[in-house]
């Protein structure tokens, strides 16, 4: 029982005393000569503490092997425990062996003892005393720290349970809290110095008992802590002490903040923080020798680091700028560099505020401009000061990045990490954004951070870092960082054009991007790959042909500007020299889809360059060529895109577009009217289906005729390009290549006519033609449609003998005509204009395709002058001479010299025989025709 | 030498030591024997550095020392071995070749051994050693001293609650330990800050131990030769200057630690610096009994004129200081003490100086009436008026209330003649230069008090 009145002293006489005195130093009874007890010879030196001051060193001594057997038994207790089966550990302990038996009993004595003596003098005993205990509590834990069963020395928790189990180590920690909480109103300098000196000694095995104290009184062993550091800083900070000698209390000093910066880190920022403004007050030497010491410590621990730097940025106001640039100023050269140099090493080692410090340099070196606020901006010496730092800074992470062994893959050392590049790695897209602000001098220093952070953090951050440019710049000022910046990176980075284009397209596909960012990366690598001679546009090039169906894809997009990009893009950018047979067809296909779509929102830009790409498709191969005109016949004759060249548009394609309510019941119990009658005879009718009423009456929203003949005329001249001859390119007197115009035949016929059936070339006796009436209508009505047939006959013409395979068109449509003269009762054919325009087309186009002799041909130039029946008797006389003469390419010869097919009529037996009729109708008009006469001679 | 030293090498470190006493002991006394002041010689002094003081010889060999629990031991084996050792002239030669300071690095080993010795042997009461010390105080310069003295409270008067009681016991053993301990002590808390004024519970024990025998303060002055003189640098032979400058300026140093720290006047403190002035001038007047005895009186004083100097000078300093603090009461007090501590030993003859140098010295110090009376001193006597007393003074000022009739009255006729003494020069003492030079070399008998 501790009483608040000081016990009444043993008083021994001076031989007693000595008698105490031999049995304490022999560790015998002097009376009866046997050995002691540890208990009796533990009170023996208590009562030598109370009545000998000399002996009270030895007294200590003494008593640290009774706390060391204490513990020891205690171990001991608890391993043999450990060893009995586990039910037993659930049941009480079993009595401790007798040699130790109270011990406990003793320890709990000396705590009594020993507390009396700090109450009643605290000043001389607490230091004693707090050492005494500290010291022996280190010694405890290194000793049986290896032992087995022991936990781990990073598992703070329960090795602080398992101390704290034991007796022995409780009461020396409450002697020593006891200690601590007597001085803590004076000065606790003396017990917190014995605690860090243990801690250097003992370091991880004494944690626990740093982190118990430090639980128990954070802020005094907080700033205590700091500031006993701070003491042991200035007292070796003479310069001819090495650095390493202060390492120790430094480090110990880091490991206790470390301990406790998890529960107590708010405490410990706002000490270091009070501690560092305080220190710019104009003071000490130890408040001089603050700023270093904080850095060092600082540099020390990374948590520390990580825990002060976010708000220490935060309080460097201007005005605080300003004060801590007067106080350096007056340091002496190499110290400032010294701190500079440390400063700067911690700035590479930031993590968690890398950023806001970032942002913060680069504010404060920013040159002042007359936006900023007058009260806020910093002082020019501040701001160069800075300005050196972030030189430094960017100095240092370059020779880390550089320097790093694993930067060329050479070893297999896991490179050092630098944690502040780690940290911005997250924040590429911000650093770009801002480097694309293009501020004076701060898109230097960002482009050159962007760049080591692309080194350092090479695969992903690299590209990443020029996708974000790529998409973001929006002048060729923009741009040329993203080029600068390739061309920074490329020596250390292989592959980097490949990955940022492999990242772009990634995201364009992840649907990352907004339409307007897609469209300004695609035009940014259009731009890239046209501008850039230099290696990065080769590389873009390259790596951009890898994806050529996926650019082809956005071909596709919604957004017309991406889809034009996308265009130029593919314009731009090399293709492989194969490109494999499905990408290709994806690729004609969406190029030819925009083509027509860029015609119909009338965009020229867009037709020309989908025209230029699909030209540039079309010469890849043979095949490309072929499906190319495919494509863009099959687009040209789309019922919607009719309209584009003066045909007419179909307003609906189905009768029941416009019901709401549809109904399989309903529509199944109108007999046929669900059935598909397409081909059979049922559809002949064109009134309209049965059941639906009449057909409603096309009511074609026709383009205006100048964009008709535009469109026409891109559209054939790209066809015209496309089948031009080989190496014959530009020039206006091009000559078609035979093959080119043969598919474009063959397409043609196939898409205007789908019904192959009885299709060959030769053409069977007109009353024959009855029997594909159907065929012919349909032909017809594709005629009526898209006059852009004609025009594109007459391409096809061009190219001979391939007009030859279009020879169902020109039956079917001949043979539609002539039903029509037949049944026409107008007195004149002027009156049905449309047909009589085909007739002049069809047979002028059929002459120019040599399928009739140029005298026969030349009969078109008299229809409009003639009545019906006339016309009829006319393109009768055609169809027999073409049914005489069949419509086969063997009868064209090649002319090597023209590089053309030419077709020699006169070895084909005698014409005359069918310039019969031209020649009696023109006998019978010769009023009118008379002067036409000329034209008819064979 | 060096053979028994190779022999000690061998030896674990406590019997090394013991062995070293063991073979000094011998050699000591074979010399004790030829000469009668033993020559100590550089041998047995590194052979105890090196065994006793852990002092390493070599710059090779490591240093071993003893632990605590070891030290201990040593600390018992000296006791002992000055117990047993009966002759005196061994025990002080022993002790002066362990524990005189040879200005080396292994003094603070000696002074921390010398402070633990010091400290058992007054809880053990080994009167020997306690002897030893005495004398090792005579002889030692202050700085050592003072050391001592130190540890000792610290031991007794801080450390451990209660066992000042164990030291005070020492009074009935050693008295002239306790005397040499005082002056060290007064030396040790010069009040000149907070820190050196003495602790309550040692104050309290050396005014009890002077108020019950004032002679206390004098035995070691007249257990000295008169011939000695006091080099500079050591102890006086009294601490009557040490204790009368407490009395003289410790209400003013408490006052000025009381605004420090705020607090309240340690009352009781007071009253203990009240007795022990009055102790100091008992002890002056029985000082005066034992010169006329010897017939010394006016021929050797106490202390000398120089020593004032610092002490008025002081005050001086501390009037200033507490001047705006309403401290009229403290420097009044204090200033009445110092004149009478002056008048008396003037008048016992502890103190040999002729008033005029009083009179400059003190010119600075505030007014105080007493001070006025003592250094005008008193009327002449005039033959021609055997009316008045011879110890009559002039009504300068209101005579002070609390000495109207001082026991020691009756004894200032006895020295009023002081112009008659050739001692005293008419110029003021030059420091450093011993007043007492007139002295003949006659034989102070060696006399001890018990």
């Known amino acids: ?938 | 030498m060096s053979d028994i030293r190779h022999s000690l090498l061998r030896r674990d470190t406590l019997s090394a030591a013991k062995e070293v006493l063991y073979h000094l002991d011998i050699y000591f006394s074979s010399q004790l024997q030829n000469a009668p002041v033993p020559l100590v010689e550089k041998g047995p002094i590194e052979l105890l550095e090196e065994f006793i003081f852990q002092v390493p010889k070599d710059r090779g060999s490591h240093t071993k020392r003893f632990s605590a629990m070891q030290e201990l031991q040593l600390l018992e084996i000296l006791c002992n071995y000055f117990q047993e050792q009966n002759k005196e002239a061994v025990r002080q030669v022993i002790f002066s070749s362990l524990f005189s300071p040879q200005g080396n690095k292994a003094d603070d080993q000696r002074m921390a051994l010398l402070g633990k010795l010091t400290s058992m042997s007054v809880a053990v009461c080994r009167v020997p050693v306690l002897e030893c010390a005495a004398s090792w105080l005579q002889r030692t310069p202050a700085v050592y001293c003072v050391r001592l003295a130190k540890a000792l409270v610290d031991d007794y008067c801080g450390l451990v609650p209660g066992s000042v009681q164990t030291l005070k016991q020492i009074i009935s053993v050693s008295p002239r330990f306790c005397c040499q301990f005082i002056t060290a002590v007064a030396a040790l808390y010069d009040m000149s800050s907070e820190e050196l004024l003495p602790p309550h519970n040692l104050l309290e024990m050396i005014v009890s131990w002077i108020f019950d025998d004032p002679m206390l303060i004098l035995i070691t002055f007249l257990n000295t030769p008169i011939t000695a003189n006091v080099p500079l640098g050591f102890l006086d032979f009294s601490p009557l200057m040490g204790l009368v400058r407490w009395c003289v300026t410790a209400p003013l140093a408490y006052r000025r630690k009381q605004k420090a720290a705020g607090g309240q006047l340690p009352v009781e403190s007071q009253g203990l610096y009240s007795k022990l002035h009055l102790s100091m001038l008992q002890g002056l007047m029985v000082l005066q009994t034992h010169l006329t005895e010897k017939n010394l009186y006016g021929r050797l004083g106490l202390f000398h004129f120089d020593q004032l100097v610092p002490l008025v000078e002081e005050l001086g300093q501390l009037c200033d200081e507490l001047n705006p603090l309403n401290a009229e009461q403290e420097m009044e007090l204090a200033l009445d003490r110092l004149a009478q501590a002056l008048q008396v030993s003037m008048a016992t003859g502890a103190l040999l100086c002729a008033r005029d140098d009083l009179r400059t010295l003190c010119a600075r110090l505030p007014h105080n009436n007493l001070m006025q009376l003592v250094i005008s001193g008193p009327v002449q006597p005039q033959p021609a008026h055997p009316s008045l007393t011879p110890g009559y003074y002039p009504h300068i000022h209101t005579p002070p209330l609390g000495y109207p009739s001082l026991p020691a009255h009756p004894a200032l006729p006895a020295h009023t003649p002081i112009p008659a003494h050739p001692a005293v020069p008419a110029i003021p003492a030059i420091p450093g230069h011993p007043v007492q030079t007139f002295m003949p070399g006659m034989a102070f008998p060696f006399r001890p008090m018990r």
């Open chain 1, 1 to 938: 029982m501790l009483s608040s009145q000081p016990q009444p002293l043993p008083q021994l006489s001076p031989l007693e005393l000595s008698l105490q005195i031999k049995s304490f130093l022999s560790g015998t009874d002097p009376q009866h000569g046997h050995k002691l007890s540890p208990r009796d010879h533990a009170r023996c030196s208590l009562l030598l503490l109370q009545c000998l001051p000399p002996a009270r060193h030895a007294v200590l001594e003494h008593l640290r092997t009774v706390f060391h057997d204490s513990v020891s038994s205690f171990l001991s207790e608890r391993d043999s425990q450990d060893a009995l089966p586990p039910s037993s550990s659930s049941q009480r302990r079993p009595p401790p062996p007798p040699s130790t038996q109270g011990l406990d009993e003793v320890t709990l004595e000396v705590q009594r003892v020993l507390e009396e003596f700090i109450k009643l003098n605290p000043r001389a005993w607490a230091p004693l005393i707090s050492a005494w205990s500290i010291e022996l509590m280190g010694q405890l834990s290194s000793k049986h720290a290896g032992r087995q069963g022991m936990p781990h020395s990073a598992s703070l928790n329960e090795l602080l349970q398992l101390w704290m189990s034991c007796g022995a180590t409780r009461v020396l920690m409450d002697i020593y809290t006891h200690c601590l909480s007597t001085m803590i109103g004076s000065c606790p300098d003396a017990c917190v110095d014995a605690l860090l000196d243990t801690s250097v000694q003992h370091s991880p095995h004494f944690d626990w008992v740093v982190a118990h104290i430090g639980n128990s009184f954070p802020s005094t062993i907080i700033s205590r802590v700091l500031s006993c550091g701070l003491k042991d800083f200035c007292a070796h900070s003479s310069p001819t002490d090495t650095a390493d000698k202060r390492v120790p209390k430094l480090g110990s000093v880091v490991g206790i903040l470390g301990h406790l910066s998890s529960r107590h880190g708010q405490s410990i920022r706002q000490e270091i923080l009070r501690m560092f403004h305080e220190s710019l007050r104009p003071g000490s030497k130890q408040q001089r020798a603050t700023l270093p010491y904080l850095l060092q410590l600082a540099a020390l621990s990374p948590s520390l680091l990580g825990t002060v730097c976010q708000d220490l940025v935060d309080s460097l106001k201007p005005a605080t700028l300003s004060q801590l640039q007067q106080h350096c100023s007056t340091l002496p050269r190499e110290e400032l560099d010294n701190m500079l140099n440390l400063s700067v090493h911690l700035a590479c080692q930031t993590s968690a505020g890398a950023p806001r410090l970032l942002r913060f340099l680069l504010d404060t070196a920013m040159p002042a401009s007359v936006i900023t606020t007058p009260g806020l901006a910093v002082h020019d010496s501040v701001r160069e000061a800075c300005d050196r730092i972030v030189r430094l800074l960017l100095l240092s992470l370059q020779k880390q990045v550089y320097g790093r062994p694993g930067s060329r893959g050479t070893s297999e050392v896991q490179p050092r990490a630098v944690p502040f590049l780690e940290a911005m790695r997250g924040h590429l897209p911000e650093l770009c954004a801002e480097m694309l602000r293009l501020e004076r001098k701060r898109h230097l220093w960002i482009h050159q951070l962007i760049g080591l952070l692309c080194i350092y953090s090479s695969p992903p951050c690299s590209s990443e870092a020029l996708c974000i440019l790529l998409t973001l710049a929006q002048s060729s000022e923009e741009l040329g960082l993203a080029v600068q910046l390739h061309a920074v990176l490329s020596s250390s980075v292989q592959g980097l054009a490949q990955a940022a284009v492999t990242r772009s397209v990634a995201q364009i596909h992840a649907g990352a991007l907004t339409d307007k960012c897609a469209l300004q990366l695609l035009q940014n690598l259009a731009l890239v790959v046209q501008c850039e001679e230099g290696s990065m546009g080769r590389e873009v090039g390259m790596a951009l042909s890898e994806y050529l169906s996926d650019f082809g894809q956005l071909l596709l997009h919604s957004e017309p500007g991406v889809c034009e990009a996308a265009c130029i893009l593919l314009c731009s950018c090399p293709l492989p020299t194969s490109i494999p047979p499905s990408q290709l067809h994806i690729l004609i296909r969406s190029s030819s889809h925009f083509l027509f779509r860029s015609m119909h929102i009338r965009s020229s830009s867009g037709v020309s360059s989908a025209s230029r790409l699909l030209l540039r498709l079309c010469r890849v191969s043979s095949a490309g060529r072929k499906a190319v005109l495919n494509q863009l016949v099959e687009g040209a004759l789309h019922e919607g895109n009719a309209g584009l060249f003066g045909g007419n548009r179909p307003s609906s394609t189905g009768p029941r577009l416009g019901n709401d309510t549809a109904s399989l019941l309903e529509s199944n119990s109108h007999l046929g009217s669900a059935v598909d009658f397409s081909g059979s005879v049922w559809s002949v009718f064109h009134a309209g289906v049965i059941g639906a009423g009449l057909k409603p009456e096309e009511n074609s929203k026709q383009l205006g005729e100048e964009e008709c003949t535009e469109n026409t005329q891109s559209l054939l001249s790209l066809l015209c390009h496309c089948c031009a001859r080989k190496g014959e390119d530009g020039g206006q007197s091009t000559t078609l290549d035979p093959e080119a115009a043969k598919t474009l035949a063959v397409t043609l016929t196939e898409n205007a006519c789908p019904d192959v059936t009885n299709s060959e070339l030769a053409w069977p006796p007109e009353d024959h033609a009855r029997t594909t009436v159907q065929r012919d209508l349909l032909i017809y009505k594709c005629f009526c449609q898209n006059p852009l047939l004609f025009q594109l006959l007459h391409l096809i013409a061009q190219g001979r003998p391939a007009l030859c395979y279009c020879s169902v068109l020109l039956r079917g449509l001949l043979a539609v005509l002539l039903a029509y003269w037949e049944a026409s009762r107008h007195q004149d054919s002027v009156s049905s204009s449309w047909h009589l325009k085909a007739s002049c087309e069809l047979v002028s186009c059929m002459g120019e395709g040599q399928l009739l002799p140029p005298a026969l041909t030349n009969m078109h130039e008299m229809f409009s002058l003639l009545a019906p029946f006339e016309v009829r008797l006319l393109l009768l006389s055609v169809w027999d001479f073409i049914q005489e003469n069949g419509p086969f390419p063997q009868r064209f010869v090649f002319q090597s010299g023209r590089g053309i097919f030419t077709r020699d009529f006169s070895r084909e037996g005698d014409p005359a025989k069918y310039m019969s009729i031209v020649h009696s109708v023109l006998h019978r008009n010769v009023d009118r025709l008379g002067l036409l006469s000329g034209r008819f001679q064979l």
